[in-house]
């Protein structure tokens, strides 16, 4: 984006510049970035396609993609836009929605995250919602609108709010006909995503009081949509901010559902009652206000301390049965390894299981937090003596990609780029259960010759386990 005078050189640089450009802008990603460090924490900038861009230069530059490039369009992901002024977001939503992608709505297979600037929804983003693979947030009339014809998607995105509208119009229709209605098998996914918030507040004046805790949910909802949508997996996705900041209601005075959370008591939190089961849950806290603490060191520590959270993976699997769970605390400082994972091992432990695998990935700042991967700690965890869990695997070193930010010195603004992390897997399984842990931490490479040492080391000292080298 900020190379555009390379077209300049001569015509035949020109058309293959313009070539490059038009396959890169075919996925268009726009970021409001406010607090962070990684992909999903904001510094309140703008970004295209992980470009960071002023806002002077953002309609500029859409008019450039439609007039010189003639992109078109095949992916739009908006991130947190809501967070923008009101004339900004239309802005964006029209040069988005009737410039670049204009009468091509058919060539757009992923939609996501207009209802941060487009709400309750336009005809346009409607009509490209009903034909795209991949959509969400859902809006509620969407729902009230749905094509009679069977539509399956690779994955839906659906909100707490969203189980909120679709209670309270139950509610004010006097019938539960209304559920039936908007709630049809005509939808189908293969991947259903559930963002739930714990900064709702259920009135205006209490928004900004410190306690952080989600918003009950009606139960009997969510059912009838794992149910009627017949989704295989499910990713349960906790977030800090949303464009709606508390709660509508009305239906929890008229008691006609159960509101639960997964934080509540795991005695009340009833078992699900369908008849299947889902080929895998993702728990994914990368963008929970956990993660918004500033990253501060133990963060993740602090977050089971809380009573209350200790229910949560118990109560995760009481709602979404499953054999398989993975759960993902991306980009997340936490010092003390051995505590987090023993708060997750119990909470795994809680209730009765057969044939479970869970995936667990710690993403650590200090290499000693790997060390905990291929030592003889885990062995000291209450959960493994008294589950009577092994190790019987020990992984070498293998890398996984994220995006960082990064400051580009050539441009004068930030950037996100992938950089390696490297770490550690190990396994530990009993009869009825495994657990693979991952742990991994950014490859800095003034560190990368000592952390690499270690691990050496430590495989050395550790030959009491299985290890596949």
Avoid at 119 to 134: F, S
Avoid at 206 to 225: G, H, S, T, W, Y
Wanted: proline share 3%; net charge neutral; with cysteine.
């Amino acid at each position: 984006m900020h190379q555009l005078d390379y077209r300049l050189i001569n015509t035949t640089f020109r058309n293959a510049f313009d070539d490059l450009l038009r396959k890169s802008y075919r996925k268009l990603s726009i970021t409001h970035d406010c607090r962070g460090q990684y992909s999903e924490v904001f510094f309140g900038k703008m970004y295209i396609n992980d470009e960071e861009v002023k806002i002077q230069h953002l309609f500029k530059f859409f008019e450039y993609l439609k007039s010189a490039i003639r992109v078109t369009v095949k992916e739009v992901r908006i991130n947190n836009c809501f967070l923008l002024n009101d004339e900004l977001q239309c802005q964006i939503h029209d040069y988005v929605v009737k410039e670049l992608i204009g009468d091509k709505k058919s060539e757009v297979e992923v939609f996501t995250g207009m209802d941060n600037i487009c709400h309750p929804g336009c005809k346009d983003c409607l009509e490209i919602a009903k034909q795209c693979y991949e959509y969400g947030p859902v809006q509620l009339n969407y729902l009230t609108t749905q094509p009679t014809i069977p539509k399956h998607f690779k994955k839906l995105i659906i909100t707490d709010y969203l189980l909120d509208d679709i209670a309270n119009e139950c509610v004010e229709s006097k019938t539960m006909n209304t559920l039936n209605k908007m709630i049809t098998s005509d939808i189908s996914c293969d991947i259903l995503q559930l963002n739930i918030s714990s900064c709702r507040r259920r009135t205006m004046e209490i928004l900004f009081r410190e306690v952080k805790e989600a918003m009950p949910m009606p139960r009997e909802i969510l059912d009838a949509i794992l149910l009627k949508w017949n989704a295989n997996s499910i990713i349960l996705k906790f977030i800090d901010l949303t464009r709606l900041n508390y709660q509508e209601g009305a239906w929890l005075k008229a008691k006609w559902f159960k509101g639960f959370r997964f934080n509540d008591d795991y005695r009340y939190v009833y078992p699900s009652s369908l008849d299947f089961k889902l080929q895998k849950v993702e728990v994914d806290f990368s963008a929970s206000p956990i993660r918004s603490d500033r990253l501060k060191e133990g963060a993740v520590d602090r977050f089971f301390i809380i009573p209350s959270n200790q229910n949560l993976i118990p109560n995760i699997r009481q709602v979404f049965p499953t054999d398989r769970l993975s759960i993902r605390f991306c980009q997340w400082t936490a010092l003390k390894v051995p505590f987090v994972f023993d708060r997750l091992s119990t909470q795994i432990f809680k209730d009765d299981h057969y044939n479970l695998e869970v995936d667990i990935q710690l993403i650590v700042n200090d290499r000693k937090g790997m060390e905990f991967a291929h030592s003889g700690d885990i062995d000291d965890i209450k959960a493994v003596v008294d589950k009577k869990l092994t190790l019987v695997r020990m992984e070498n070193l293998f890398d996984i990609v994220f995006k960082c930010r990064k400051y580009n010195e050539t441009t004068g603004l930030y950037c996100y780029r992938l950089e390696n992390h490297v770490g550690k897997k190990c396994r530990l399984s009993n009869r009825y259960c495994s657990i693979n842990l991952e742990i991994l931490t950014r490859e800095y490479p003034h560190y990368l010759d000592e952390f690499r040492r270690i691990v050496d080391e430590s495989t050395f000292l550790s030959n009491d386990y299985m290890y596949d080298s």
